[in-house]
């Protein structure tokens, strides 16, 4: 195989088409052209491999996604169980199995049309496919809710590649996180399919209006109408994720182990998970901190929201999902050490504030992130600025110091030399 | 082109393309924004701008020589306010349902830097003729662009074009809508006018790659 590979790619070298034989070449095998000048240091930590190591701390969500489609549509149609158990009504195959029709479609189309853009890319550029689609192809169909329509998938993700990136000219270039602009413009074209309580459920579009109708509400958009006695979830629900979302947002548990992995795979930045923690759960308590001190009346539209617990932000909605595989993408974040923890603190503590206040949608997170990444060279820009005048100071003292006495500064420049 | 001669022609073919106010210049956004989700009103915003712009020019162009330098901005300011007032009170008067959809930015003509750009750049040194074809050429690149992005914001955001459904009844789930289409919202709002401004500019830059600036 890999020699068929190799053969094809020398077959096609210099002509048009090019590119697109490379790519299959180098998709799973390194090249196997050697520089012939000079040292190099080689290693197989390429791109590639830290797009494959993203994606491996995806699967188990994906997976997570698909008996939880499942389970979320059975027990939305027959009701709960009243004693959950996890073998008996969650891993079953018949969850396991909706879970794939429903979902597989999704990733297929996601990687189909965002691949074919990016090889129709490269052959007009005449330069190598980027890998910068595999995790995004990954992402989208993780954040978007189960029912999407194939085709708004399809536009989304057109526009996504070409807007959020090929203009910028490629991988690595992109202001804006793709995934994230994917689902920013479905969200704003189709509206009535990316909020709402028939969403988050398969079939539940389908049903509304029928006698079979069912529903399934995420917490924040029962917080968000005022009702919060009214859902049922317990914390290990929320922690878990036996709760409605988007496809794989809901466990907070699987997504904090890839987030581990991550961390140390050295894939993706603690300082930025860790900030975006502490971001959300500083602008929580300042909510807190308004109900237990009586600011907000219980009649106003904030209140269910702002009294949520502060810490059960991470557990519900997409907060932890856009923090560990979002946030921490490496091209549109920030650069600089101390710039990370600036630009990850912004986005925990703006995404609580978008859920608390937005009125149309209670999740705030791809929101948060994609201000962020518009901001994240400006903050570099300031932290790179300070640490020039720091040490623009510290040269100047420096320069004092020893003041140079004739005979001294001659003693010194015959050291010198 | 036996009636112009082919400098005059210039004058009006330029601004249709290669020196676009729109896409090349970058002037006049701001209405491009605002009020091209219909093509009704792109349209009627087009033909007020021709009109603003091609007897501005004159008039501007008549008075080039007696108007004080020092002073010029403010004449140039009166005459566009006179004539953005005529341009409101006939659509009051004859569109009432249109003006209001175009509410403030028939009165914001005033500050279209397309206009007080040619009256700077153009009128105060040329003749009358010169500068109405120059303002009619500009008037129109501006109005070819505002067509262009409201016919497809309009399409795609409404499925309407002039107001006339084109793709079928999204309520009664007719024509396209049978199929599952649906309307894109994101083209109603503005930023999607940016969006399609975008394209247009990048289409024209990469046909005609004289226009690309140094980086």
Request: hydrophobic letters at 50%; charged letters at 15%; glycine letters at 10%.
């Amino acid at each position: 195989m890999k020699e068929k590979l190799h053969q094809l790619k020398l077959k096609y070298q210099g002509k048009k088409m090019a590119p697109a034989f490379n790519a299959l070449h180098t998709f799973l095998y390194s090249p196997n052209e050697t520089t012939h000048s000079g040292s190099h240091v080689r290693a197989v930590d390429d791109l590639k491999r830290t797009m494959n190591t993203v994606i491996m701390a995806l699967v188990p969500c994906l997976l997570f996604g698909m008996f939880n489609a499942g389970y979320q549509h059975y027990s939305a149609i027959n009701g709960f169980p009243a004693e959950f158990s996890l073998f008996e009504h969650f891993l079953t195959w018949d969850n396991f199995w909706l879970g794939v029709i429903t979902i597989l479609p999704l990733v297929i189309v996601s990687y189909g049309v965002g691949l074919v853009i990016e090889f129709i890319f490269a052959v007009i550029k005449g330069h190598e496919v980027e890998e910068g689609y595999l995790v995004t192809g990954m992402l989208v169909p993780l954040i978007i809710p189960v029912d999407t329509p194939l085709w708004m998938l399809a536009v989304a993700v057109a526009f996504g590649v070409v807007i959020g990136k090929e203009v910028f000219g490629g991988t690595g270039m992109n202001i804006l996180n793709p995934a994230l602009t994917i689902r920013a413009f479905l969200f704003f074209a189709y509206p009535t399919w990316m909020s709402g309580d028939k969403v988050w459920v398969h079939d539940a579009v389908n049903l509304a209006g029928t006698a079979d109708a069912i529903s399934g509400e995420t917490i924040l958009g029962y917080l968000a109408q005022g009702n919060t006695s009214e859902f049922s979830y317990s914390v290990s629900d929320m922690f878990f994720g036996f709760i409605p979302g988007s496809v794989g947002e809901t466990s907070t548990l699987l997504i904090l182990l890839g987030g581990l992995f991550l961390i140390f795979s050295k894939i993706a930045s603690w300082r930025i998970m860790l900030s975006a923690v502490i971001g959300s759960l500083v602008m929580g308590l300042l909510f807190n901190g308004a109900v237990a001190w009586e600011w907000i009346p219980e009649y106003s539209k904030f209140y269910g929201l702002m009294s949520f617990d502060f810490w059960k932000h991470l557990i519900v909605g997409g907060l932890a999902f856009g923090i560990v595989y979002m946030a921490t993408d490496p091209v549109t974040g920030s650069q600089t050490n101390k710039g990370k923890w600036i630009y990850g603190f912004l986005i925990g503590f703006i995404s609580v504030m978008i859920r608390v206040f937005n009125p149309g949608y209670p999740e705030g997170v791809f929101l948060a992130i994609l201000l962020m990444n518009v901001f994240a060279p400006t903050i570099d820009h300031y932290v790179v600025q300070g640490n020039v005048k720091k040490r623009m100071k510290r040269l100047k003292n420096a320069t004092i110091l020893p003041k140079p006495s004739d005979g001294k500064a001659e003693e010194l420049k015959v050291e010198t030399v | 082109m036996a009636l112009l001669s082919k400098k005059d022609a210039n004058l009006i073919l330029d601004p249709l393309a290669d020196n676009n106010p729109i896409t090349i210049q970058v002037l006049g956004i701001c209405s491009a924004l605002a009020i091209t989700a219909e093509l009704k009103a792109s349209v009627v915003m087009s033909i007020s701008v021709l009109f603003v712009l091609g007897v501005g020019n004159v008039v501007i162009s008549l008075m080039r020589n007696i108007i004080p330098s020092k002073i010029r901005i403010i004449v140039q300011l009166i005459v566009v306010a006179t004539l953005v007032i005529i341009v409101d009170q006939v659509l009051k008067a004859f569109a009432y349902e249109l003006s209001k959809t175009l509410a403030v930015f028939v009165g914001l003509i005033i500050t279209n830097c397309i206009i007080m750009g040619r009256f700077e750049a153009f009128a105060l040194g040329n003749g009358p003729w010169k500068s109405f074809l120059d303002g009619i050429g500009n008037a129109l690149g501006y109005g070819v662009i505002l067509i262009i992005v409201g016919f497809f914001r309009e399409l795609l955001g409404s499925g309407t074009l002039f107001g006339i459904p084109v793709l079928g009844d999204p309520i009664a789930k007719t024509g396209l809508y049978a199929t599952g289409y649906e309307n894109n919202g994101f083209m109603i709002i503005p930023p999607a006018a940016l969006i399609v401004v975008g394209v247009i500019i990048w289409v024209q830059r990469s046909r005609n790659k004289a226009l690309i600036e140094e980086a």
